[in-house]
């Protein structure tokens, strides 16, 4: 029981972790000059929702709630980092917002939700 508790709180960090490790390449990564067209299109669409579906459920397994609260966290967490992102490049040089990439996000996001839903259901 205390090896089980002990795990899932190293869990538990290890997904704050990675989701403010997101969050930071998102807003600090991207801000930065080499960050312009770094990845062409299509492929940043499918980038953002892997990023973003990732990011859901880090947050949501972070949270350290469970069932629809935990949900809730990362769904709307990460489309708050997402919408929050996007506003953040109308003011960057080179960098466009725009409603596609918040779909990738929204999508992304629905995934990982989603996929953090299925897990926790397994883990009973």
Avoid: C
Wanted: glycine share 12%.
């Amino acid at each position: 029981m205390f090896l089980q508790h002990a795990l899932s709180r190293h869990l538990r960090i290890a997904a704050t972790l990675l989701a403010l490790g997101i969050t930071v390449s998102l807003f600090i990564g991207g801000a930065q000059p080499i960050a312009v067209n770094l990845v062409p299109e299509p492929w940043d669409k499918l980038l953002h929702g892997i990023v973003f579906a990732l990011l859901a459920w880090a947050l949501g397994f972070a949270s350290g709630f469970y069932g629809w609260r935990s949900l809730a966290v990362a769904f709307f967490g990460s489309l708050l980092v997402g919408l929050l992102d996007e506003w953040h490049q109308l003011y960057l040089p080179g960098r466009q917002a725009g409603w596609p990439d918040f779909i990738a996000d929204m999508a992304g996001s629905l995934i990982g939700t989603i996929s953090l839903a299925l897990w926790s259901r397994k883990r009973g």
